[in-house]
């Protein structure tokens, strides 16, 4: 018998094996990507947050193992589900990765089962997507299998809050639902935080993602301000941030990235306009959000124009720093993939650096190494560490600073254009 299963080994299913693994328990990785599966069992990582030599510890010890065979969840204790929920073309929730994958796990239900769902999702999922197929089996929930929600809260590459430090919410379908999987996670995770329903913690996970969106767009909205009122955002934001009580410092930047909030809002906006709601706070904070690679084109334009007397038309612009957030190599929903295409649209020759990310296929080019010749401007859309920003202020002609990443250096020099 495995103690826990996990389907779906990406960046939340890798960690959170790890962390049971630690606790002593027995894991199975189930994923439908064989190149994955095979790549685990060799003990090697390709999830950033989870080197390579605990994986492999935990491989050779026999407590982590990987399976594309769905077979194997009839032996294991409890099952849970780490799998993306996207958006479908229409901006919708694409549910349909998460109800394949418990259809799967309905064919193989047993007594004893629990199963939790953690990937993000709208408050009612559990109840009326996952219940309903797990009980089809005849199977009743709270006596002959638990089922509950709990969410994920992982943020890639952060050192300091890990899942095992984050506290875990968890809410069941029933009571013992709930006491059930809060047992479990509380065998390899700090704190356990209980909520009633599956629905409060379904909901709990996409507040504190609006929660980010909306203020991401508030200070991205006041920097578009600054500009035309010649005052340093950051500046502003350092200051109101000294206040002890009361503020919570959020940065500007070029647009929103990662899998979770550009996404994850729009799971309640859709779910909201079932009940005649509409999520005002969303659909502005998006609005303002999306705008941001525009508001980045044009700033990359006026640098050119006043620095340089050149059109973005026939200029050489270096993007330095692709992926979504600094230190990762996640490129999913990174800004930079618009702001590169918005830029290369007006007729601009793009080229990047990226340590973390050597190919950006979608857009057919590579890493170029970091060099200011013979570049008319330098664009940072991530601030990945291991670079002398300051160094790159004395060197390049032109610099498009939209991470406050060159400091106080940029502050005075003429040659940098901050967001
Ligand atoms: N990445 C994050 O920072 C983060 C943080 C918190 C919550 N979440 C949420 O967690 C969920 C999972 O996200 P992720 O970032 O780990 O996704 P991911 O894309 O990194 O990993 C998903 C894995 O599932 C596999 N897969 C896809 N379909 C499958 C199927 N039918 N059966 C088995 N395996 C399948 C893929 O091969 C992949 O390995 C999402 O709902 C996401 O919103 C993500």
Redesign the pocket.
């Known amino acids: 018998m495995t103690d826990v299963a996990i ?7 890798v960690p959170l094996a790890q962390v049971f693994a630690d606790a002593g328990r027995s894991v199975l990785l ?4 064989a190149e ?1 599966v095979a790549t685990l069992n060799r003990g090697e990582s390709y999830i950033e947050d989870v080197p390579s030599d605990e994986l492999k510890r935990l491989v050779d010890a026999g407590t982590v193992r990987a399976t594309t065979d769905y077979d194997e969840l009839r032996d294991c204790d409890a099952i849970l589900i ?4 996207p958006l479908s073309k229409q901006r919708e929730p694409d549910l349909s ?1 998460v109800t ?2 418990v259809d799967e796990i309905a064919r193989r239900l047993r007594p004893g089962h629990l199963v939790v769902l ?4 709208y408050p009612g999922t559990t109840r009326e997507e996952v219940l309903p197929r797990l009980e089809a089996t005849g199977l009743k929930v709270g006596e002959d299998f638990h089922l509950a929600f709990s ?6 590459g952060r050192e300091d809050w890990t899942t095992k430090n984050v506290p875990k919410i968890v809410g069941g379908v029933t009571g013992a639902c709930t006491e059930r999987a809060a047992e479990l996670y509380g065998t390899a995770v700090d704190t356990v935080h209980r909520v009633t329903s599956p629905e409060s913690a379904e909901l709990t996970k996409l507040l504190e993602n609006i929660f980010r969106s909306v203020n991401i767009a508030l200070v991205n909205e006041l920097a578009q301000m600054c500009e035309r009122l010649g005052i340093d955002v950051w500046e502003v934001i350092e200051a109101a941030a000294t206040k002890p009580f009361g503020f919570m410092s959020f940065k500007p930047g070029p647009g929103l990235g ?3 909030i550009p996404i ?1 809002p729009f799971y309640l906006t859709w779910k909201a306009r079932e009940y005649g709601f509409y999520t005002e706070f969303i659909e502005l904070a998006g609005k303002v959000n999306e705008n941001m690679p525009y508001h980045c084109r044009s700033l990359i334009s006026q640098a050119l124009n006043h620095g340089r007397e050149k059109s973005l038309k026939g200029s050489k612009i270096l993007v330095l720093g692709v992926a979504y957030k600094p230190g990762i190599g996640d490129m999913r929903e990174s800004p930079a993939l618009k702001v590169i295409e918005l830029l290369q649209t007006a007729g601009a020759e793009v080229s990047y650096h990226d340590a973390h990310v050597p190919e950006l296929t979608e857009l057919g080019l590579s890493s170029v190494p970091l060099e200011t010749e013979p570049y008319d401007c330098v664009a940072i859309i991530t601030d990945h560490g291991g670079i002398d920003y300051e160094a790159l202020v004395d060197d390049a002609a032109v610099i498009v600073d939209f991470r406050n990443a060159t400091g106080a250096k940029g502050k005075n020099a003429p040659n940098v254009w901050k967001l």
């Open positions: 389907v779906g080994a990406g960046y939340v299913g189930v994923d439908r990507d994955r780490a799998l993306p929920t990765i394949g994958a953690e990937s993000t999702t969410p994920e809260r992982v943020d890639p990662g899998h979770c994850d």
